[in-house]
């Protein structure tokens, strides 16, 4: 009988740790465990693709958004003057302080105004919203 109440013991514990450890593993909306909404999706079906060569400008509307998906380095984007536009990056929650995006992969939304984007080197981003 006390063999069987041992062996109930170190299973329960064997569970719970076992429990403990998967819970600590995974954080829930990190990398290793995306949480994805049905709205998420769909916005994300309304990007577009566009790539914008060197020294190209390209005026973004009011509300306008986009990703930086390549180059994997910062990029610098001088007609981007945070003195004159109120560009936020959504990822991080703060506002474009400088011309160069960094990190490239973030979700930015231009603002209330119109927002003008030229940058050094060819570029392709996600857009999402009305520019020319």
């Not at 109930?8 to 819970?23: D, K, Q, R, Y």
């Not at 079906?45 to 190209?56: G, H």
Request: proline share 7%; hydrophobic share 40%.
């Amino acid at each position: 009988m006390l063999r069987m109440v041992g062996i109930a013991l170190a299973c329960s514990v064997l569970l719970i740790g076992g429990a403990v450890l998967f819970a600590v593993a995974a954080d829930p909306g990190s990398k290793d465990d995306p949480l994805v909404t049905q709205s998420y999706v769909r916005g994300l079906a309304s990007f577009k693709r566009t790539e914008v060569p060197a020294k190209r400008g390209l005026r973004l509307a009011p509300g306008a958004e986009f990703v930086l998906l390549d180059p994997a380095e910062p990029t610098s984007a001088p007609g981007l003057d945070p003195r004159k536009s109120v560009a936020v990056n959504l990822s991080s929650g703060e506002r474009l302080t400088s011309s160069t995006l960094e990190p490239f992969q973030h979700y930015v939304n231009g603002g209330s105004g119109d927002l003008f984007l030229k940058f050094n080197t060819n570029v392709t981003l996600l857009l999402k919203g009305e520019w020319k």
